[in-house]
Structures are given as structure tokens and as C-alpha cells.
């Protein structure tokens, strides 16, 4: 089945800078990579995802990028803010449409 | 519209013990997952179900099971349980599952197991 890896486990960066996610898949015939967002005492929420025909995606601060060949995907935050300070995973959907999660990012925005 | 509500929120049990957890998805959603949280394990899959039909299943031993009605609101249930099972558990819903549904999650049922 598949297997997720996500890097870091741990993230911290000055407000403003730029926060990047890593996480490979195991999986090549998994077709559906999203991210969600899980801020403390809540349940995780989609920020954006990206399917196997895109290479790239932007929402605003947000953009995700996919590289099939080396089956690993990306998620950049740019000018971050307090805000933006949460756990994050990345998750891709097997073919069956089992949904497997990374081990998630704590990502900290420091003022 | 309503999210998914998850009871109870927290709980504490005993070593042996057996617990019900109970998913209501959003209205209209068809398909729920189940997921585990544990501190640098993330979200580990348990089962989905879909039209009161289990569609997928995760490696958890069989102490863990669930079930869904013809309203689409689910249980889960844990038995005999043990300190392992210490864990945030998490309902998800959506409209069709599969290779296309975004997930909406509950806030989870925080589960102690003394």
C-alpha cells in the first residue's frame, strides 16, 4: 500500500519568509495529493490539493507542486504570517481512494 | 450547514475496557473515514465506509471496528482496550469518497486509556 514521508517534522521561520514541505509517495499510481491544515483543538483542513496531471498550483500565499517521475510533492507558503502557524500534512489518495496521510509539519511563524 | 460532529469529545477508560465513538458527517455525505492521531505518527487510517458498506480498511488489528447506518452516521468501537490506544480520533466525511472527495473532519474524540 502506500507510504507518505514528510519533512520536517518541525519548522520554524521569521514572519514574512518562506515556508517549504516536503513528502515523497511510494505509490506511483496514486493520483490525488492535497494538504490540509489542523490548528490546535480542531480537525485538519484542506488548503489546497493538486491531481497527477498538474505539475503546479497556486492559491494566493499558497502553491503546491508535484514531480511524478521522483513521486514527491511540495507545499510553499510564501510571506508568512502568525497565522499561518499549525500542523500540516500532505496525504495521497491510492487508486481504491484510501486517503494516507504524511506524519505532519508543525510549522511555528514567529513575529 | 452543520460540520461533522463527533461525541463524545473526550473520554478516559481503563485498560480492558471496550468505547463507542459516534460521527455524524455533513448533510448529504455519503462516505466517512475514520482516522487515528497519535504525537509523531499523524493521521493513521482505520476504515471507510460508504452507503453503510465498508469500502476500505486500514492495518489496525481487529479490536477496532466500525459501522455506518442508512443515514450515514457512524461508530467506531474499540475493544479491549489498551494504553496504545491513547489517541485523538478523527471522523472525516464527504460527498462521494473515492478519487475525488475533499475530506471534512470532525474536531475528534480524544481518547485516554488508564
Known amino acids: 500500500g502506500e507510504n507518505v514521508e514528510q519533512h520536517p517534522s518541525t519548522l520554524s521561520v521569521q514572519e514574512g519568509d518562506s515556508a517549504v514541505i516536503k513528502c515523497t509517495y511510494s505509490?506511483?499510481?496514486?493520483?490525488?495529493f492535497p494538504w490540509y491544515k489542523q490548528e490546535l483543538g480542531k480537525g485538519p483542513q484542506l488548503i489546497i490539493d493538486?491531481?497527477?496531471?498538474?505539475g503546479e498550483k497556486k492559491d494566493q500565499r499558497i502553491a503546491v507542486t508535484l514531480n511524478k517521475t521522483a513521486k514527491h510533492f511540495s507545499l510553499h507558503i510564501t510571506e508568512t504570517q502568525p497565522e499561518d502557524s499549525a500542523v500540516y500534512f500532505c496525504?495521497?489518495?491510492?487508486?481504491?481512494?484510501?486517503?494516507?496521510f504524511g506524519q505532519g509539519t508543525e510549522l511555528s511563524v514567529k513575529p | 450547514k452543520a460540520g461533522v460532529t463527533q461525541t463524545p469529545r473526550y473520554l478516559i477508560k481503563t485498560r480492558g475496557q471496550q468505547v463507542t465513538l459516534s460521527c455524524s458527517p455533513i448533510s448529504g455525505h455519503r462516505s466517512v473515514s475514520w482516522y487515528q492521531q497519535t504525537p509523531g505518527q499523524g493521521l493513521q487510517f482505520l476504515f471507510e465506509?460508504?452507503?453503510?458498506?465498508?469500502?476500505n480498511k486500514g492495518n489496525f488489528p481487529g479490536r477496532f471496528s466500525g459501522r455506518q447506518f442508512s443515514n450515514s452516521r457512524s461508530e467506531m468501537n474499540v475493544s479491549t482496550l489498551e494504553l496504545g490506544d491513547s489517541a485523538l480520533y478523527l471522523c472525516a466525511s464527504s460527498s462521494s469518497g473515492g478519487d475525488t472527495g475533499e475530506l471534512f473532519f470532525g474536531e475528534g474524540s480524544r481518547l485516554t486509556v488508564l
Open positions: 505509490d506511483s499510481a496514486s493520483n490525488y
Open positions: 496525504a495521497a489518495r491510492e487508486p481504491g481512494g484510501k486517503l494516507i
Open positions: 465506509y460508504f452507503s453503510e458498506t465498508q469500502r
Open positions: 493538486i491531481r497527477s496531471n498538474v
